[in-house]
């Protein structure tokens, strides 16, 4: 492990791919510690790296060991991400603290993308949004990953936000925030388990070329310092069922609210019921989620670093 001089750890193969100019994707570990459930989440986690790889790029799954910010985790500490029984989950205002208290923890779309901007990274790969919450009106409860990507130049692959949150909203904030988002090719902003989330994208991108493209036109711009979300819908025959979709959001809502759930336990419970309610339909659809977002995200770093 080398240290760069923000002090982000890189890993090895991290470390040379940036230095001779190898594509590489950030990927988070959030979704491996408290999105997924154990045994399989560090069976997927090392499935998305390897996906990563199949497509041409080297993997950095970022997160703090000890209080350090590591990018490249190896297998060792993606282990103990994965199965820590106290791995706190850090948004970017959590992370100094972290540090200095020296904990183990897992980075969410927010503090992945700052780390990964900062060491350099320009593609991260992820399965869904943070987002506006549905009862955001009188909770405040909006994710710290927008405002964080309204800061943070990277392209972050993505299925869209699942409809545990205000899909609507989100996206309003994504605009008013200054996030581009643009669907891969489809207009339909996805809704994660779901293709359609019922609203739709301003732009359309087919390639991973494009994606690159305008990768480098913000670059050679230097106008707009935010984020580009590249919305990556499932195949048809690939999604939820939509009723199935439907009764179990509104089952994980009525338990949020029962059991006075709130703050950032509120997504991590509902994701635990879908898997729980679907009897692991919404795990497998989850996975090759990511999956998928890994792939494309290899393919729009090869291309970048081709052009
Ligand atoms: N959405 C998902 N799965 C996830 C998350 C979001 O479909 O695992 C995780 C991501 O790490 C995201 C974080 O950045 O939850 C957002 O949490 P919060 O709402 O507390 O900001
Ligand atoms: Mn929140």
Known sequence: MIVTDVNIQL????????ATGQPVVALESTIVSHGLPR???????????????????????IG????????????EALTRLAVGENVAKLSVRDLAVAAALGVDGATTVASTSAIAAAAGIGVFATGGLGGVHREAAQTFDES?????????PIVVVCAGVKSILDVGATLERLETLGVAV??????????????????????RVDTPEQIAAAMRAQRDQGVHRGALVVANPLPQDEQLDQDLHDRTLAEGLAIVERDGVTGKRVT?????????ATQGRSLAVNVRIILRNAALAAQIAVAAGSQ
């Open 11 to 18: 890993g090895a193969e991290v470390k040379a791919a940036l």
């Open 39 to 61: 045994p399989d989440n560090l069976r997927v986690a090392r499935e998305i790296e390897q996906v990563v790889r199949d497509n041409g790029a080297v993997p950095a799954t």
């Open 64 to 75: 703090m060991v000890g209080g350090r910010l590591v990018a490249g985790l190896d297998d």
């Open 144 to 152: 710290a990953d927008l405002t964080t990507l309204s800061q943070t």
């Open 182 to 203: 643009a669907g891969y090719r489809t207009d339909r902003f996805p809704g994660f388990f779901i293709r359609d989330s019922g609203f739709g994208v301003d732009w």
């Open 268 to 276: 991590p419970v509902l994701l635990s019921h879908f898997h729980a």
